[in-house]
């Protein structure tokens, strides 16, 4: 059975740091794509950064560039997501998502979603 | 960027209805790469539907995906208690820059 469960949210100030992890089981972590997906209240879903299985490269939506970093540990099957100088505006449910497998470079749907954790940033 | 929009924002039906959402692109969806998402209140997205018409493994065969290019459609065939929910549509495809999300439809109890 496939689980991601992400730990590492709280409260935070604007400027501040803050780490996400997401532990995997049930699968291949290595060999997967992961992401962090993002929602606010009453909002559609919004991805943040995604790792690739096989190359491990990494990319960024725009408004995080620069202060955010994803990064895994295939030896404890867990994602990271690093997040620096932190905004009011990054205030969010932050979710670990595996893609479906893909075969032909396709960045594929989110087939399975860990249950979220909330990121809040106030001063 | 492609821009999904769905519609309505609000559906009210009753148990044993049918439900049809709509999400139109901006531009014409390549591959038909285009998933439905429905999300209970303090829950995560759950996958529904790929590549416009397939289900995902374990969805009732009373939800279905239609569509191509511009305009895709959800539909629930005969909506249980379980299916009030909020419902998103999602363009994936060659670059993660595609990943974009309508707005959602919540399906409401009349």
């Known amino acids: 059975e496939v689980q991601l469960l992400e730990s590492g949210g709280g409260l935070v100030q604007p400027g501040g740091s803050l780490r996400l992890s997401c532990a995997a089981s049930?699968?291949?972590?290595?060999?997967?794509?992961m992401n962090w997906v993002r929602q606010t209240p009453g909002r559609g879903p919004e991805w943040v950064s995604g790792i690739i299985g096989v190359t491990g490269s990494t990319h960024y939506t725009e408004s995080v560039k620069g202060r955010f970093t994803i990064s895994r540990d295939t030896s404890k099957n867990t994602l990271f997501l690093q997040m620096n100088s932190l905004r009011d505006e990054d205030t969010a449910v932050y979710y670990c998502t595996r893609d479906a497998i893909s075969n032909n470079g396709i960045w594929e749907y989110f087939e399975y979603w860990g249950r979220g954790v909330l990121v809040t940033v106030s001063s | 960027e492609i821009v999904l929009t769905q519609s309505p924002g609000t559906l009210s039906l009753s148990p044993g209805e049918r439900a049809t959402l709509s999400c139109r692109a901006s531009q014409s969806v390549s591959g038909n790469y285009l998933a439905w998402y429905q999300q209970k209140v303090g829950q995560a997205p759950r996958l529904l539907i790929y590549g416009a018409s397939t289900r995902a493994t374990g969805i009732p065969d009373r939800f279905s995906g239609s569509g191509s290019g511009t305009d895709f459609t959800l539909t629930i065939s005969r909506l249980e208690p379980e299916d009030f929910a909020v419902y998103y549509c999602?363009?994936?495809?060659?670059?993660?820059?595609?990943?974009?999300f309508g707005q959602g439809t919540k399906l409401e109890i009349k």
């Open positions: 049930g699968f291949p972590f290595s060999i997967y794509t």
């Open positions: 999602q363009q994936y495809g060659t670059s993660p820059e595609m990943y974009t």
